[in-house]
């Protein structure tokens, strides 16, 4: 049998950042204000939850998270298609 690797870090950075904190960095920006993380050091995926705090990131905040990016992206489309057709339009003096 085949172990998973990528779900367990290894013993050193776990020890590392038990020892010192985690070292996260942005991996992903769903929104402006939601973004996924990662811990530079064991891997570690968080996510930014509803109330604004981080929780770790699980299937379904995966899910989550990729449905509100296509509704965002959706959203600023539609907005920049809206602002570039109102300035097709000559200016009146």
């Not at 990662?38 to 939850?49: D, G, R, V």
């Not at 509803?50 to 990729?66: D, H, W, Y």
């Amino acid at each position: 049998m085949k172990k998973n690797t990528a779900s367990k870090p290894s013993f050193i950075p776990t020890i590392f950042c038990n020892l010192f904190g985690h070292k996260f960095q942005v991996t992903k920006k769903v929104t402006y204000h939601v973004k996924e993380y990662t811990c530079s050091h064991c891997k570690k995926e968080l996510t930014t939850n509803s109330n604004g705090s981080l929780t770790e990131l699980t299937p379904k905040f995966k899910e989550i998270n990729a449905i509100l990016g296509r509704i965002h992206n959706a959203r600023i489309a539609r907005l920049k298609d809206k602002i570039n057709a109102s300035s097709n339009y000559p200016k009146v003096v």
